[in-house]
């Protein structure tokens, strides 16, 4: 039996705390840190560098516009920190700790990187909802075929124009 048809909405979700806490706690810092680590109000000045970065937030929260778009941001930095991070962690698992080349094979570590990277995006895609649209504007137009033999042409002449620059550096003897 329901005593109360209206729910109690969770602290972390209330617009108090998404729209006027956050955002105000998140300047705050920022201002405050970068206060601090660049020293522009002089050495020991943390009170000074407080209060600035009391005001700064507290201005920010004051302005709908201002506020809105740093509300809007962060999403956006979260999940741009999270993507950088699973690409930054395939990277370690494939550079590894040793700097040499294993058998004269270093570019097998960067088709690697090119994949990872490749299947990262696509991943990417796919979670956001916007992989079919990627696809049918790639792949299932009506000039696609032309935009890739074009594609494919351009690749294979920078591959022939970066053979001969790199085979006319081990050329060896000259006709002089």
Known sequence: ????SKMVVPIFISPL???YILPFVLVFTLIFAILQKTQLLGEGKKQVDALIGLMVGFILIAFPFSRDIVVELMPFLAVSAVILLVFMLLYGFIMGKN???VLGMAWIKWVLIAIVAL???T????????WDNVYEFVFEREASSQVWINILLFVVLAGAVIAVLLGKDKGGGSSE
Do not use: P, T
């Not at 039996?1 to 109360?4: A, E, G, S």
């Not at 991943?123 to 916007?130: C, F, P, R």
């Open 99 to 101: 700097k040499g080349d």
């Open 17 to 19: 705390f998404l729209n």
């Open 119 to 121: 299947a990262l995006i």
């Open 123 to 130: 991943v990417v895609l796919m979670i956001a909802g916007w």
């Open 1 to 4: 039996m329901l005593l109360n």
